[in-house]
């Protein structure tokens, strides 16, 4: 008798499900049935990247990544798991995309380099020719029901993307157009979030609700400085001068102010930590501007929303936009009373204390 989950108990247990069970765990049984009645398959490809999203995944600690890529998630292919090498699984990979033509998911690690025909980036041969991980992202990606675009630099660039970009590195958006795209940023993302993407689809066969930016909402609608355990330092304007120091970490370049993710919750390495808990700054690195920052340095202009960015010197006009947008009041407030914003100079600084 197959179990069914509700799409709302569904959204809870995403939303819910946290510390030291990870959200595979709780979906796998329901994941099982979905994929044994058909589920879709799934073909993951790598390029302009560090390879620190696949890593991270392959941290799934409950159940053990044997059991997520062969009964949670129907991964067809991947280039660090494939047992094969060369020929052999390219031709598997593509036979795959053939047999199952918009009905595979193919999720993106890295950026593409474009430039010179994609050659600085060859994932395989065919045919007795170099495969770019332009030209698999542009066949296999046209042939998709949808794009999973894994870590933030196939979702909007990343660090292979940052300038001065000599490959002319690229996120897939730019490459592939009218299929589905899903990003699920980070650098690298929480295994959960991808585990809790793919299986959105296998189990209701369409993709989840999206942020702005493309995020699924289940994961990213929430503002890291919203449930930070410093948050209380913040309040009462208590700001650490040095690492390992009490106090809320802005002055020393924490972004969490509009960093959207559901670490302080969902935490990470199997529910031991998150960023800012275990003594850094968030780094906002599930936010498409990432990492065209200063990492460690408060920055001059607050990115509040798509397309705007906010100084205290804008902050009329901003708020107004704000309400527009239906930006959460205690942001508008603290840009006001220049909490969030540029960094005061150093004599206004010893003027307050
Ligand atoms: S600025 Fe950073 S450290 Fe301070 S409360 Fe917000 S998220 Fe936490
Ligand atoms: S808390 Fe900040 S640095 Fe950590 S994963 Fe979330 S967005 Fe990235």
């Keep these: 008798m197959p179990t069914k989950l509700s799409r709302r108990d569904f959204l809870r247990l995403c939303a819910g499900s946290a510390a030291a ?20 398959p799934v073909l993951w490809i790598q390029g302009g990247s560090c390879t620190g999203c696949s890593i991270s995944i392959l941290n799934t600690v409950h159940p053990d990544i044997e059991k997520v890529i062969t009964e949670v998630i129907s991964l067809r292919y991947h280039p660090n798991l494939a047992a094969g090498a060369g020929n052999l699984v390219i031709e598997e990979m593509y ?6 033509p918009k009905k595979f998911f193919l999720v993106v690690e ?4 474009v430039a010179d025909d994609g050659v600085y980036c060859i994932i395989g041969e065919r045919n007795g020719h170099h495969l770019t991980f332009l030209k698999a992202v542009q066949e296999l990606g046209s042939q998709a029901a949808g794009i999973l675009n894994f870590g933030t630099c196939s979702a909007f660039g990343g660090f292979p993307a940052t300038p001065p970009n000599p490959t002319d590195c690229k996120p897939v958006k730019d490459i592939v157009k009218n299929v589905p795209i899903v990003n699920v940023p980070g650098c690298p993302p929480h295994p959960d979030w991808m585990v809790g993407t793919i299986a959105h689809v296998i189990l209701y066969n369409e993709l989840p609700e999206l942020d702005a930016f493309g995020r699924p909402t289940m994961f ?3 503002i890291i400085h919203d449930n930070c ?6 309040d009462n304007a208590i700001f650490a001068k040095n690492f390992g120091e009490p106090g809320c970490m802005l002055e020393l370049g924490c972004k969490g102010p509009f960093a959207h993710c559901d670490s302080t919750t969902r935490l990470w ?5 998150w960023c800012v808990k275990a003594g850094g700054v968030c780094i906002a690195c599930t936010e498409p501007q990432f990492p065209a920052w200063p990492i460690y340095e408060r920055l001059p202009e ?23 947008l239906g930006i959460g009041g205690h942001l508008a407030g603290n840009i006001m009373t220049g909490r969030i914003g540029p960094k005061k100079n150093q004599d206004e600084k010893e003027g307050d204390e």
């Design 229 to 234: 355990q410093r948050r209380q330092y913040f």
């Design 21 to 40: 069970i990870s959200l595979s765990g709780y979906l796998a049984p329901f994941i099982k049935e979905a994929a044994a009645a058909g589920g879709p």
């Design 302 to 324: 607050l990115p509040v929303a798509p397309g705007i960015t906010a100084t205290v010197d804008q902050i009329g006009g901003v708020l107004a936009g704000l309400a527009v």
């Design 110 to 113: 890295g950026a593409v380099p």
């Design 269 to 273: 390495n199997g529910g031991t930590n």
């Design 220 to 222: 990213f609608d929430k």
């Design 95 to 100: 036979k795959v995309a053939a047999e199952n």
